[in-house]
Antibody, heavy 120, light 109 residues
Framework: QVTLKESGPVLVKPTETLTLTCTVS??????????VTWIRQPPGKALEWLAHIFSNDEKSYNTSLKSRLTISKDTSKSQVVLTMTNMDPVDTATYYC????????????WGQGTMVTVSS | SYVLTQPPSVSVAPGQTARITCGGN??????VHWYQQKPGQAPVLVVY???DRPSGIPERFSGSNSGNTATVTISTVEAGDEADYYC????????????FGGGTKLTVL
């Protein structure tokens, strides 16, 4: 059974750096062409794609957030990590990770999401 | 960057057919994926590659895509179909970034 689970802080202060971890099971980050993506959703608002990383370490970032985002993976731990610098209250959202079976594929399996609030 | 436009809301009576659209410039040349999101839950893929259904998704869900409009159609709507629906494409013109529509709230009257 394929699962993804997000973990990270519930609350961060403005200007701090957010670090989120997605731990996957049921598939390997070594699988050819497989990827993991991060998506967020502010309360009551639409989904927003943030970044993805593939097994060959190819990465892509949302242009509007690129300067603040870094995505990486630890294959041995089955984890994908997203960092977002200089957090602001507008970054308050539920952050999801999801599996990409291959480039240009849909997000077929999603994690449950983790809510992050940015407040002093 | 590529923009996808969805109506904020669609309402339909039980047993009727709901059609939710996703507009984009020449969207017919893209593969469109659709997700259903119920309150407090993560999105679930219901249609991919314009018109294919993942295993476990009822045949009542179908999709089409042509010209500047993609559509997900839900036939014989049930109360349990009430949710937000999002379309999604990959924008190959900008480093293969993911793009979502603004979402449509389906209300079952």
């Amino acid at each position: 059974q394929v699962t993804l689970k997000e973990s990270g802080p519930v609350l961060v202060k403005p200007t701090e750096t957010l670090t989120l971890t997605c731990t996957v099971s049921g598939f390997s980050l070594r699988n050819p062409r497989v990827g993991v993506t991060w998506i967020r959703q502010p309360p009551g608002k639409a989904l927003e794609w943030l970044a993805h990383i593939f097994s060959n370490d190819e990465k892509s970032y949302n242009t509007s957030l690129k300067s603040r985002l870094t995505i990486s993976k630890d294959t041995s731990k089955s984890q994908v990590v997203l960092t977002m610098t200089n957090m602001d209250p507008v970054d308050t959202a539920t952050y999801y990770c999801a599996r990409l079976p291959a480039p240009e594929d849909p997000f077929d399996i999603w994690g449950q999401g983790t809510m992050v609030t940015v407040s002093s | 960057s590529y923009v996808l436009t969805q109506p904020p809301s669609v309402s339909v009576a039980p047993g009727q057919t709901a059609r939710i659209t996703c507009g984009g410039n020449n969207i017919g040349s893209y593969s469109v994926h659709w997700y259903q999101q119920k309150p407090g839950q993560a999105p679930v893929l219901v249609v991919y590659d314009d018109s294919d259904r993942p295993s476990g998704i009822p045949e009542r869900f179908s999709g089409s895509n042509s010209g500047n409009t993609a559509t997900v159609t839900i036939s014989t709507v049930e109360a349990g179909d009430e949710a937000d629906y999002y379309c999604h494409v990959w924008d190959s013109s900008s480093d293969h970034q993911g793009v979502f529509g603004g979402g449509t709230k389906l209300t079952v009257l």
